[in-house]
C-alpha cells in the first residue's frame, strides 16, 4: 500500500530566552501527485557520485520550499535532487537516510 501524502521536513535554528540555539524541524504535510520509478540510468549515473536513489515523488511546486528531507511510509528520505516537470510539479528524487551514528567515549 502507498501513501497518499508524504511530510517535508525543514530544519531551522531558534534561540531560547538565554541564547541557545537548538535545531526545529517542521513537518508539513503535502499530497503526492503521482509515485515513479527511479529510472535505472539515473540509479547508476547517481550511484557514481555516492547516492542511491530510491523514491520519486511528484508533487505541486507550490508545496516545495527547498526542503532537504521527508518523511514517507514512516521512512526518512534525503532529497538528493529535483526535476520540474512543469511550472506546477516538480519531482522530488530521493534516497533512504541512514541516520549517522555517534562514537561513544567511555
Known amino acids: 500500500m502507498r501513501d497518499v501524502s508524504c511530510k517535508?521536513?525543514?530544519?531551522?535554528?531558534?534561540?531560547?530566552s538565554?541564547?541557545?540555539q537548538k535545531e526545529v524541524v517542521k513537518e508539513t504535510e503535502v499530497p503526492i501527485i503521482k509515485i515513479e520509478d527511479v529510472y535505472a540510468n539515473?540509479?547508476?549515473?547517481a550511484n557514481e557520485q555516492g547516492y542511491s536513489p530510491?523514491?520519486?515523488l511528484r508533487i505541486s511546486t507550490l508545496n516545495?520550499?527547498?526542503?532537504?528531507e521527508l518523511i514517507y511510509?514512516?521512512?526518512i528520505y534525503s532529497i538528493i535532487r529535483t526535476q520540474?516537470?512543469?511550472a506546477d510539479e516538480i519531482i522530488l528524487i530521493?534516497?533512504?537516510?541512514?541516520?549517522?551514528?555517534?562514537n561513544s567515549k567511555g
Open 94 to 102: 530521493c534516497e533512504r537516510k541512514i541516520k549517522n551514528v555517534k
Open 73 to 75: 511510509m514512516d521512512t
Open 54 to 56: 530510491s523514491l520519486r
Open 64 to 68: 516545495y520550499e527547498n526542503e532537504k
Open 42 to 45: 539515473e540509479f547508476y549515473e
Open 8 to 16: 517535508l521536513l525543514a530544519t531551522t535554528l531558534q534561540t531560547d
Open 84 to 86: 520540474e516537470v512543469t
Open 18 to 20: 538565554i541564547g541557545v
